[in-house]
Each structure stands twice: as C-alpha cells, then as structure tokens.
C-alpha cells in the first residue's frame, strides 16, 4: 500500500519574520494531528530554509535520534556534548539525544540554507548522547541506524534512470528533488510516499535529474 502526502499539504511552521520557514510531514509542536504522528521509527520529517544569519537557538532535545541531510548551503551545528560542525550538501548528520543533549543548528554563510530534518524514535529510551556526520554519503551505502531499527538510502537519479525501492515491512520516501514515478504516482519535491510491505517496487526519474531520501524500516 502506498499512501503520498504532497508539499502543499505540510504543515506550515517556522519563523519567517526570522529567517526560518519550515513545513512539517507530522505532527509537531502547536500543530497537533492525531492522526498523523507517526509512521514506523519516523516522527517528524520537516524540510527546513534559514536565511543568511537565521537559526534555531540552543534547545533541548532527548529520546529522539535526529538525521539532517543538508540541500543546498552550510549547516553549523554545536551541541553541549562538545560537537561544532559545519554540514554541507551531501553530508549526513546524525545526533542521538538519548537521555538529554543540547544543540543550535544556524546558517552562519552568506546564502541561503536549506535541509532536511527527519526525527526517529529510538527501540530504547536513555543513554548517553552521540554524534556522526558521514561526508559524502554513496548512493550504494545506506546510512544504519540500529538505534531506531532503520536504514537511510540515499537515490540520485539521472533523467529517465531507475532504482529499486528496498523491500521492507515499512519505507519512508522524501523527494529532495526531481520528479519520479513510484508505481502508478507521481512524486514532485517535498512529497512523500509512506509504504507498507514494499515488495518489487521502482523509482523512476522524470526528464531531469532527481533525489530521494528512503527510510527502510521493519514492522514493530
């Protein structure tokens, strides 16, 4: 079963008057949704754009294993565990909050900023903090993230290319960019399609070059 949630259909967040827009797959903060909370491990996937400047101050965050895949620009992070970084396109970054972290996340270069943010609810609560960035993630090197029971594939895709969508219980697919065809739909950026029992399925580009996010998961 494939079931897609266009862009227009996020919901709106963020600050612009600072800098910040932000639209949510799920439920988040203020804007509470029942009926949308989760889908396997993954409960949130927002897609973020920071003017020069802007940012989210330090904040805390615990019980939560939170992936960024950076589009465009730079992305600084710092965190109380010590960790100060700056993340660029094609880059992962994976903080596990565990029992409690602190972080800030800005756009401290001179042109726009703009990533993903996908949240996963770790198998197991507690722990102690810990930080990743893969730079350069390959397309054939999935990202584990045992954590949450959870793989993150990476798909670019040249005009008219195809790719398998990983059989799984549950698969989690984000358009980064690009038009694909997943089945009998069409997905454009900031769409989304929540699978369950993905056996035998494709991605298949459109005429121009695309990107896919995919969250490989099991049931339970």
Do not use: K
Not at 3 to 11: G, I, L, T
């Amino acid at each position: 079963m494939i079931s897609v949630q266009r862009a227009v259909e996020r919901h709106r967040g963020g600050d612009p008057a600072a800098g910040i827009e932000t639209r949510h797959a799920f439920s988040f903060g203020s804007h509470y949704d029942p009926d949308n909370l989760r889908f396997g491990a993954v409960i949130a996937c927002n897609e973020e754009r920071l003017a020069p400047g802007a940012g989210f101050g330090e904040h805390p965050h615990s019980h939560t294993e939170i992936v960024t895949w950076v589009v465009e620009g730079e992305l600084t992070h710092r965190d109380s565990a010590g960790h100060a970084t700056v993340v660029r396109a094609g880059d992962v970054q994976h903080l596990s909050a565990a029992g409690g972290v602190r972080h800030e996340e800005r756009n401290d270069g001179a042109e726009p900023l703009v990533f993903v943010q996908m949240w996963l609810a770790p198998r197991e609560p507690g722990g102690e903090p810990a930080y990743t960035t893969v730079p350069g993630i390959a397309d054939s090197t999935p990202y584990d993230l045992p954590a949450a029971g959870a793989q993150l594939h990476v798909r670019r895709l040249g005009a008219g290319a195809r790719t398998a969508v990983p059989d799984a219980d549950l698969v989690y697919a984000h358009v980064v960019r690009g038009a694909v065809e997943l089945g009998d739909r069409r997905l454009r950026p900031g769409d989304a399609a929540r699978i369950t029992d993905a056996r035998g399925l494709e991605l298949v580009a459109g005429d121009g070059p695309a990107e896919v996010l995919l969250w490989e998961m099991a049931a339970g």
